[in-house]
């Protein structure tokens, strides 16, 4: 078990668009992934991008069930960890939907953020396989949000210039501690 450390907003590599990742994976990238679920699992989160730990490549890791009501309900813990590679969006609905986000890389901070409601996603796993699917709800979500890690983008972007300054005033404060 390997938890990095999380960048913290404003730091300049969380604006990098990521590079594509090459098959077959060498074992510092299946060790990244593992470090990169470690660090989600840790922190808590839901969601993780590689340029959240300072990787600038183009993979998530996602777990939208530990967290929810139903695993709380079931009170087992259950978990369902899923890696994206080279993930990219083959559409996007017109349909929005408002969700509020948060990131482990502006801590203690949360917003609504209106996005396309309904995604097809097309992506590639450890082993190199290519699949695609249709996401909607808070899973289209989680991955609209991760993703932009990849293009170097945060949700505080999708918030006002007024809004986006505080935060970020907060986060440099935050920073001196
Ligand atoms: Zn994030």
């Not at 404003?10 to 074992?27: I, T």
């Not at 593992?34 to 183009?58: C, K």
């Not at 991955?143 to 935060?167: A, M, T, V, W």
């Amino acid at each position: 078990m390997a938890v990095r450390e999380i960048l913290i907003h404003p730091d300049p590599r969380l604006r990098k668009k990521a590079a594509a990742v090459e098959f077959p994976l060498s074992d510092e990238v299946k060790q990244i992934i593992q470090d990169m679920a470690d660090t989600m699992y840790d922190a808590p989160g839901v969601g993780l991008a590689a340029p959240q730990i300072g990787v600038s490549l183009r993979i998530a890791v996602t777990d939208t069930v530990w967290r929810s009501e139903e695993a709380e309900k079931a009170g087992d813990g259950r978990r369902a960890l899923k890696v994206w590679i080279n993930p990219e969006f083959l559409w996007k609905s017109e349909e929005t939907a408002t969700w509020e986000e948060g990131c482990l890389s502006v801590p203690e901070t949360y917003a609504d953020v209106t996005r396309p409601a309904a995604v097809r996603l097309r992506w590639r796993d450890m082993e190199g396989v290519t699949h695609e699917q249709h996401f909607e709800g808070f899973e289209a979500v989680a991955l609209q949000h991760e993703f932009d890690h990849l293009e170097g983008k945060l949700f505080i972007d999708y918030l006002s210039p007024l809004k986006r300054n505080l935060i970020t005033k907060k986060m440099k404060k935050r920073h001196k501690h």
